[in-house]
């Protein structure tokens, strides 16, 4: 949609230690990222590396940007700019900043800010998945179009955003969530304990007796991968893997119900996704019981594997037949099969984000010159 658009945006990836500046047209960078360190210790300190880093990016480019826009953590009021509550890596902002009207007010430009997985799943939407998965479809002669996509990010957390017909899914409050969802096994527990980077090592280390163990779910997952390691703990790693594989796909279950979209996966756990997706698209692809016995299927659309070759080949071929028009010899086509179905990023996390808080920034322009 914005893959032409010629408008600048700035951009910044706010993290507890790296504050990363950059600006982006066409949903491409234009400038040399700029890394400052974020000191989110200091109030004073970190709104002033802001503003150096937001000010050095402007003097790069060629004409004035448009505006700004990012992902920064909550809780917050995003619709507001106002970042405020429980935030572990910044917790000089903990009692509320007006960080949009702030930057704004320095800059004279319009300033948006969102959480990282609402951007992720409209930066997937924009130029990522979605528009290659409805380009392959007509590619191949496929009838359907998708408008909705959840994106999911498995890291320290379990971050999601939505998209509903091509727009950002923000809610009432910018607080579409399923981290805090019951976990399947645990239900006083939230999901994102059993779904997160804390998941795989807490399991790691509680079935191989060593809490302490010190590693990281990469050297987890090589160990899931060495056919010459030991057995014991190669077991370990694998179901530590496929125990987050079935909490997350359980919280996604209820989301995919919700609002029928298709899933686009990313973030830094996605290394381990050949561990991961099994168990994931099991939950997914599960049943429930009625109060009669009967099986009902835990999500009402039939649910495909979208980076399997032959699987996407079904997906897209569907169940078409030729139905007759009830009193007459004419005939419509007619496919039965409610379907959905589950990838990994094209993007990348972060430059979906960057993308995401482009593309909604043009988004909102183009609403506020309507009116």
């Known amino acids: 949609m914005y893959n032409t658009d010629q408008r600048t945006v700035v951009t910044l990836d706010a993290g507890g230690t790296n504050f990363v500046f950059g600006a982006m047209r066409g949903c491409e960078f234009v400038v040399e990222p700029l890394t400052l360190p974020s000191r989110a210790h200091d109030l004073d300190l970190c709104l002033a590396t802001m503003v150096e880093g937001f000010r050095s990016i402007i003097d790069r480019l060629d004409r004035k940007p448009d505006a700004i826009s990012f992902a920064f953590p909550g809780p917050a009021d995003y619709a507001n700019g106002i970042v405020g509550g429980f935030l572990p890596n910044f917790p000089s902002f903990r009692q509320g900043v007006a960080l949009g009207p702030f930057l704004s007010r320095t800059f004279g430009l319009p300033v948006f800010i969102n959480n990282d997985g609402d951007l992720f799943a409209f930066g997937e939407a924009t130029a990522g998945v979605l528009p290659e998965i409805n380009s392959r479809i007509a590619a191949m002669g496929g ?44 239900h006083s527990r939230m999901v994102e304990d059993y779904a997160a980077i804390r998941a795989v090592t807490r399991v790691y280390g509680e079935l191989t007796g060593n809490p302490g163990h010190g590693l990281t779910p990469r050297d987890i997952c090589a160990i899931a991968d060495d056919e010459d390691a030991d057995p014991a703990k190669r077991e370990a790693a694998c179901e530590a893997f496929r125990r987050f594989g079935e909490a997350a796909g359980d919280a996604m279950a209820t989301a995919v119900t919700l609002t029928d ?25 599960s049943s429930l019981k009625t109060l009669e016995g009967s099986d009902v299927n835990r999500v009402q659309m039939k649910v495909f594997d979208l980076d399997d070759p032959q699987q996407f080949e079904q997906f897209v071929k569907g169940e078409v037949r030729p139905l007759k028009v009830y009193g007459s010899d004419e005939t419509v086509s007619y496919d039965p099969m409610k379907r959905t179905g589950v990838c990994l990023s094209r993007l990348g996390a972060s430059r979906a984000i960057s993308i995401g808080a482009y593309a909604y920034a043009l988004s909102r322009l183009d609403a506020l010159s309507v009116k």
């Open 143 to 186: 009838h359907r179009q998708y408008h909705n996509l959840l994106g999911y990010t498995f890291g320290t957390g379990l971050g999601v955003g939505s998209v509903i017909n091509g727009a950002l899914n923000l809610g009432n409050n910018s607080c579409v969530e399923t981290f805090c969802l019951p976990s399947k096994n645990d």
């Open 261 to 285: 979209s298709l899933i686009v996966l990313g973030g830094g756990l996605t290394g381990a996704a050949r561990h991961i997706l099994p168990a994931l698209l099991k939950e997914l692809r």
